[in-house]
Each structure stands twice: as structure tokens, then as C-alpha cells.
């Protein structure tokens, strides 16, 4: 009996060491290093000058792994996490788990698409650094600002990574794929969002549909009803390249309805390129007027393919609040 067990094992065994001869293990090891020092100061608060993580794209590391089979199946997991440098923790902020950016599991095939669980970007953030000429700098970009850092009153409710989540994104279908998503929340807040997106690419041209449904309730606090819309687009023009984006929300907690009109260029300039956004907002509701204008704009020299080095500043505005300048200078470094 004992040796029949045997026996089954090591043909178990055999049988999983063969497997390399079918499929193919996978990882990469990869993140962005982005350090600046400047000024510092938002609309309406007092300005201070550090150094700073996130100026032009925020600094992450990442792992990912995967198994490709030969009959086209790929499982895979990939962890990533942020980095301060100015107070040398992982994570946005004190707050956020220690794989912040994205903790999830995978499973692709090259006819079906691909499926994620776990801690995963919001379809919305995709498509507002896509179509953005600061993409996702958190920091400067003004499209990025006011729907995700500008508070409820103007952005969208809730974080823009969303745990407990399962997404879905089809094949490329000649430039057109199409994405849903769906997550219970946080812990401390959980409920039900949904989102969507569909993107088409096509030569120098290039838009996207996103919607967006965040409802939380935690039984403490008001709930949370809102709906997001957005519209981008963007256009290849040859040494320039054009962005354009339309978002709305309608908060049915909060009664407030806002619009933020996003358009942008990144151009060639000598041996570096500009990058220029602008975006103004306005939010109305039963005790609600509120309206504001940023403005950026980067001049960004790459040292090497992994190495580039800019200054970036920012204008920003709210009705009735000081203005607020920030400006820094920095250097961002691409590892993979």
C-alpha cells in the first residue's frame, strides 16, 4: 500500500515537472521613482515647500507573475505599492493597505479577455489619465485633481483603487475594448460600486465612455448615491497631441450636481516636450455654488529611456478663496 502511495506521488510529481515543457513562468519587477522639491499650495491654503512624490506620476513599485499555459490560459498576480519619499512609508498615506496601488489576482486568455479580483484601479482613474495631458499625476494634473482630489462637492465619492472588487476587460476588437467592474468597498464603508467603460482607438484618433455608480452605506453616516459620466477623447495631430474631457456627476446624498470640462496638449519643444492642462469646474446644488479653474503646465526632458527630468507648475483657483500657486522641480526615474 505504502509503496503504490509512493508511486502515485512521483508520478504526480513527474507530471508537474513536465508541465515547464507546456507552459511558461513569467515575473517582472517594475515602478516609477519620481522625486521633486518645490512649492507647494492648493487654493485657499497656505503654501509650504518640501519635497514631494508625486509630482509628475506617482512613485510605485510592482511585482507581477504569471503561468502561461499553451492553450492560451494565463493566471497571474500582481502587487504593487506607493512609496513616500518625504516621509519614507509606503502608501499614500498613513491609511492605505501596504500593496495601495494595486493587490489582485488574474486570469487572461487571448480570445476571452481578462478577469481580476481583489484591489483594483477604478475604471474611471483609467480613462481620466489616459485622456489628460499630465496623465496620472496626482499632484499637478487638473483633470485628475478635480475628480478625484478636489473633495465631493466638485470630484467623485470615494477612492479611486477599490477593494473586495472583480473586473472583466474583452480582447482588443481592432482598436475597441470594453471594461466592468464591481466592488464591495472598504471595510468601514461598504456597498455597491459598479462601473463601466468602452475605449476605441483608431489611427491618431482616439475616445472613451466611462459611467460610474458609487453607493455606500455603513448604517453611521448619510449614504452615499452617486452617478459619473464621462466623455474623453484625444487626437494625434503629428508633433502635438490634443486631449479633451467631459465629466459629470449627480450626488443624490449630497443634492449636487457638478460639470468639469478638461482639455489639454503635449507638444514637442526642443529636446523635451510640453505638457499643458487646464480644467474648470462647477458644482450646484440646494446650499451649493462652487467653481473652480486649475491650470498646469510641464516641460519634461528625458535624460535617457528610463530617466527624465522636468519642472512643473500649477495655477489654481475657487471662487471665492486666495489663489494658489505650486511649482517644483524634479526627476523621475522608470524601472523594469
Not at 500500500?1 to 507546456?22: D, Q, S, Y
Not at 471595510?187 to 462601473?195: F, K, S, T
Not at 455603513?218 to 495631430?237: C, H, K, M, R, W
Request: net charge neutral; hydrophobic share 40%.
Amino acid at each position: 500500500m505504502k509503496i503504490n502511495n509512493l508511486l502515485r506521488w512521483c508520478a504526480a510529481l513527474g507530471g508537474l515537472l513536465a508541465l515547464p515543457a507546456h507552459a511558461q513562468f513569467d515575473y517582472s519587477l517594475y515602478g516609477v521613482a519620481d522625486l521633486s522639491y518645490g512649492r507647494f499650495e492648493n487654493s485657499g491654503f497656505v503654501r509650504t515647500h518640501r519635497f514631494n512624490s508625486n509630482s509628475l506620476t506617482a512613485t510605485f513599485a510592482g511585482l507581477n507573475a504569471s503561468y502561461g499555459f499553451e492553450n492560451g490560459w494565463t493566471p497571474g498576480i500582481t502587487l504593487e505599492s506607493f512609496f513616500r519619499f518625504q516621509d519614507t512609508k509606503f502608501g499614500r498615506n498613513d491609511d492605505d493597505p501596504t500593496f495601495s496601488r494595486n493587490a489582485f489576482v488574474s486570469l487572461t486568455h487571448r480570445d476571452y479577455g481578462t478577469l481580476r479580483a481583489g484591489r483594483i484601479q477604478s475604471l474611471l482613474f483609467n480613462t481620466t489619465t489616459r485622456f489628460n495631458a499630465l496623465g496620472n499625476s496626482v499632484g499637478f494634473s487638473p483633470a485628475v485633481r478635480h475628480i478625484f482630489a478636489a473633495g465631493n462637492l466638485i470630484g467623485v465619492q470615494g477612492d479611486f483603487y477599490w477593494n473586495q472588487a472583480i473586473g472583466y476587460t474583452t480582447p482588443n476588437f481592432d482598436g475597441i475594448t470594453g471594461s466592468v467592474m464591481a466592488a464591495r468597498g472598504d471595510q468601514d464603508n461598504p456597498g455597491h460600486l459598479m462601473a463601466g467603460n468602452l475605449i476605441v482607438a483608431k489611427g491618431v484618433l482616439a475616445g472613451s465612455l466611462s459611467v460610474q455608480r458609487v453607493d455606500i452605506d455603513n448604517g453611521f453616516n448619510d449614504p452615499t448615491l452617486e452617478d459619473t459620466v464621462q466623455l474623453g477623447a484625444s487626437y494625434n495631430i503629428g508633433l502635438a497631441k490634443l486631449f479633451g474631457q467631459y465629466t459629470h456627476t449627480r450626488d443624490r446624498g449630497l443634492e449636487v450636481n457638478s460639470d468639469i470640462v478638461s482639455a489639454g496638449v503635449s507638444v514637442s519643444l526642443g529636446p523635451g516636450t510640453v505638457h499643458a492642462q487646464i480644467a474648470t469646474s462647477k458644482a450646484d446644488g440646494l446650499a451649493v455654488s462652487r467653481k473652480q479653474t486649475t491650470t498646469s503646465a510641464a516641460y519634461v526632458y528625458a535624460y535617457d529611456s528610463l530617466t527624465d527630468i522636468y519642472v512643473i507648475a500649477m495655477d489654481d483657483r475657487v471662487r471665492g478663496q486666495t489663489r494658489g500657486f505650486s511649482a517644483a522641480f524634479g526627476v523621475r526615474y522608470t524601472f523594469r
